[in-house]
């Protein structure tokens, strides 16, 4: 399925992305990139760009990359497990994340996702692990 930014940013709307600020830039084949501003809504009581902020930056880059890469018709898209090894912190405005499709199978999409500021330092590396599940039927189709 072809995706553009504008496509995720309606996807998006009221949900906990939108809430952050999560900002689609380009979404391809087995790649995406977003950015995310750091301000009151993704920083820590000390002031800090909060891990949990970029693990959920990390998870909405690799669930939007496998949303584009199946048929929402039939297939949904299902985050089952998570992991970051957060490295640095910023003093910036906004973080890039690159993801980056490492597998991809029939129920399962392996994604790698690094975390940068602004001047490319790296903050955070994460893989994400999504399963690819059939579509429910709606109560009212069974």
């Known amino acids: 399925m072809n995706m553009s930014p504008e496509d995720i940013k309606r996807i998006i709307k009221?949900?906990?992305?939108e809430h952050?600020?999560?900002?689609?830039?380009?979404?391809?084949k087995g790649a995406v990139t977003a950015r995310m501003p750091v301000d009151h809504r993704t920083l820590q009581p000390a002031g800090r760009l909060h891990g949990g902020a970029m693990m959920a930056l990390a998870?909405?880059?690799g669930s939007?990359?496998?949303?584009?890469?199946?048929d929402p018709n039939r297939y949904e898209v299902l985050g089952v497990e998570i992991s970051g090894s957060h490295v640095g912190n910023t003093s910036c405005n906004?973080?890039?994340?690159?993801?980056?499709?490492?597998?991809?199978?029939?129920?399962s999409h392996v994604w790698e996702i690094l975390i940068k500021d602004e001047?490319?330092?790296l903050l955070s590396v994460c893989r994400l692990t999504n399963r690819i599940i059939p579509v429910k039927p709606a109560a009212a189709e069974i």
């Open 14 to 17: 009221d949900t906990l992305m």
């Open 64 to 70: 939007a990359g496998s949303f584009a890469l199946i």
């Open 20 to 28: 952050l600020g999560i900002e689609y830039l380009e979404i391809g």
């Open 119 to 121: 001047n490319e330092r």
């Open 59 to 61: 998870e909405s880059v």
């Open 94 to 107: 906004f973080v890039m994340a690159e993801g980056r499709l490492l597998h991809k199978g029939k129920t």
